[in-house]
């Protein structure tokens, strides 16, 4: 059993990193995650020489990434929405010369300076690409500062196994809200010998080079290939969801992050009227746990996704269902939070009445 | 002396790879460069490998290209190398450098690239003090994208996007960057250099050493500053594009240093 504490999601965040056995953080100060840094200004180097260096702008410490993790490094950066827009030159470059790193997006409103309020209207940017260039992130959700906690750990095995970044896409609420928490041990920081890693030519062996560019068509369409194979991969292996009362729904209320624990809510409530609700939580956004809703799309008669924007991820739960069942929306934007009772009005007002 | 030195001619044969005294440093691999005739790319990169190999450092140094011409500078240099997007060398540099202090570590960038799109990166890592070398082609010119303004372009000079010549009221002064960077106390050595006479290449090949010895010695930034040709863009034949070096670009840029640390 590990440490249990109160925490501040992006305390956690900052512990979480330092508890992996990072060896740098490069980051820039905005709310709602500024956290982030000051806890790692206080802690980290002391505790274990990790490196922690604040940057002239999200530009640098996304570039400063590349650096450290094209050196083989373990390399952690966070931001919000605003600094995350700015890091995706960077985020595409690193995906193209496939190199490991875990980002966290602490996602406020938007679209343009927006609010510091929290939202997840980032999903698509981080779910669909967001620099340019035909490329993924592997996108975690985390719904709790647990996770928080967890999915840096997780994140570090994924991005170092598919030598491609790792994006936590939370938000603003999550990153201050405290809750408790069950630390995992100290990992150490550890050479982990990367045989691509630019540490210095090696006496007996070749040079190595990070890079993303590649001049031969022919050439970078096969490198392309590799990458597309990678999260096809991705897609067969590392998809995660937790379900609730799926068994006899008739309905089901999905949602991630703050927008899933709103549901679970809403769900409960919804279950003592009568309603025979279950809820699909995708904790990886991608890759999307597409089959789950496939398998139950024929014997429900309808789900109600909920989000913090417009509607995003409901456009992966439809693609997913084919048709096959009625899926509705419900979401708020500006840095608005729903409640469970509106959820559960506008699901009555929807599906029942 | 070797009488397997004299060929039957009676002279000595100073093809013989036993008795060459000049050769390509061991640190360049046997690519062939794809710079433009008469360029001073080639001779730049000679001459940081030549100091690697002096310094033995081949498997304790990375290097950080551009994106630039010298954007392919991985393919020449015999040592591990990261590709920076395009201004960020020097953040890439400071990760690198940081989070493995021992080794050495460079960036190599054009004016576009460190003066330009990359002059945060470049000023910041200057003014945290990061213990790189930075070496700076400044040839006043885009080469790679053909013959575009750059931030150090003379005033009055013609480019395709300064096809009048660069006017100063619309298109701003060139920027000296090496002046700009000499007054941050983060930086210990800023110089300026040349490649185009033989005299010019081995203080350009100095400066590269003392840039690497000082980093060394942990004393901070060092920015060494090439003024270089671009034959191509300038339309020029090597031979002219170095004689616009020597009467346009030192006069403007002048050679020396311009700030260098107290070394004990």
Redesign the interface.
């Known amino acids: 059993m590990g440490q249990k504490k109160l925490m501040k999601g992006n305390e956690a965040l900052a512990e979480a990193m330092i508890l992996a056995g990072c060896?740098?953080y490069?980051g820039y100060p905005i709310t709602p995650q500024s956290e982030v840094l000051e806890y790692l200004a206080i802690h980290a180097t002391k505790r274990t020489g990790m490196?922690v260096?604040q940057?002239?702008?999200e530009?640098?410490?996304i570039?400063?990434?590349?650096?450290?993790a094209?050196?083989g490094?373990r390399?952690m950066t966070t931001s919000s929405s605003p600094g995350i827009s700015l890091m995706q030159?960077?985020i595409s470059?690193i995906a193209g010369?496939e190199l490991p790193c875990v980002l966290a997006n602490v996602n406020r409103g938007g679209p343009g300076l927006g609010t510091i309020q929290p939202a997840q209207g980032d999903y698509f940017q981080s779910v669909k690409g967001g620099g340019h260039g035909d490329y993924h992130l592997l996108v975690l959700a985390p719904n709790s500062v647990q996770e928080m906690v967890d999915f840096v750990k997780l994140g570090f095995e994924l991005a170092e196994k598919y030598r491609n970044p790792v994006m936590l896409l939370t938000d603003g609420a999550i990153g201050q809200m405290m809750e408790k928490v069950e630390l995992f041990p100290q990992m150490e920081r550890i050479d982990r010998h990367f045989p691509w890693a630019?540490?210095?030519?090696?006496?007996d062996g070749e040079?190595?080079?990070?890079?993303?560019?590649h001049i031969e068509s022919e050439l970078f369409e096969k490198i392309n290939l590799h990458i597309q194979a990678k999260y096809k991969q991705m897609e067969e292996e590392e998809v995660r969801y937790q379900t609730t009362n799926i068994e006899d729904a008739e309905y089901i209320f999905t949602g991630f992050g703050l927008g899933s624990r709103i549901c679970s809510k809403a769900m409960q409530l919804g279950r003592e009227k009568g309603y025979k609700i279950g809820l699909v939580r995708p904790q990886t956004l991608f890759p999307f746990p597409k089959k789950i809703f496939a398998e139950l799309a024929p014997r429900i008669k309808g789900i109600l996704d909920v989000e913090m924007n417009a509607g995003q991820m409901v456009e992966d739960v439809r693609l997913s269902v084919e048709g096959k069942t009625r899926v509705e929306f419900y979401g708020r934007m500006g840095g608005v939070i729903p409640s469970p009772d509106e959820i559960l009005e506008h699901f009555e007002k929807t599906f029942i009445k | 002396m070797n009488e397997n030195m004299i060929n039957e001619t009676g002279l000595e044969d100073i093809r013989l790879p036993e008795y060459c005294v000049y050769q390509k440093p061991q640190t360049l691999t046997e690519r062939e460069l794809h710079y433009c005739p008469g360029c001073g790319h080639g001779v730049a990169h000679k001459i940081i490998m030549e100091v690697v190999d002096e310094l033995g450092i081949?498997?304790?140094?990375?290097g950080?290209a551009p994106v630039g011409c010298s954007?392919?500078a991985?393919h020449y240099m015999?040592?591990?190398?990261?590709?920076?997007?395009h201004g960020?060398a020097c953040?890439?540099?400071?990760?690198?450098k940081?989070?493995?202090p021992d080794?050495y570590v460079f960036s190599y960038q054009g004016d576009g690239d460190l003066a330009a799109i990359g002059t945060?990166?470049t000023i910041?890592a200057a003014n945290r003090g990061e213990n790189i070398v930075v070496v700076f082609i400044n040839n006043g010119i885009y080469g790679m994208t053909s013959g575009q303004m750059a931030p150090t372009t003379l005033p009055g000079m013609v480019t395709t996007t300064s096809p009048y010549g660069r006017d100063t009221a619309v298109q701003g002064f060139p920027l000296k960057i090496g002046e700009l960077l000499a007054l941050l106390p983060g930086v210990c050595y800023v110089t300026r250099h040349a490649v185009n006479t033989v005299a010019n290449v081995r203080k350009a090949k100095k400066a590269i050493k003392n840039g690497f010895e000082y980093q060394a010695k942990g004393l901070g930034f060092s920015l060494i500053e090439i003024v270089s040709n671009c034959p191509s863009n300038m339309k020029m034949t090597p031979l002219e594009s170095n004689k616009f070096v020597e009467e346009k670009m030192i006069p403007f840029y002048p050679l020396g240093d311009l700030k260098k640390p107290e070394v004990k």
């Open positions: 060896d740098a490069f490196v260096l940057a002239e702008s530009v640098s410490a570039n400063m990434i590349y650096g450290a094209g050196a490094k390399v030159e960077g470059y010369a630019t540490t210095g030519k090696p006496k040079r190595r080079f990070i890079t993303s560019l | 081949q498997n304790n140094v990375i950080v954007v392919f991985y015999n040592i591990d190398m990261q590709e920076a997007a960020r953040a890439v540099a400071t990760a690198i940081r989070t493995m080794k945060a990166e910041h």
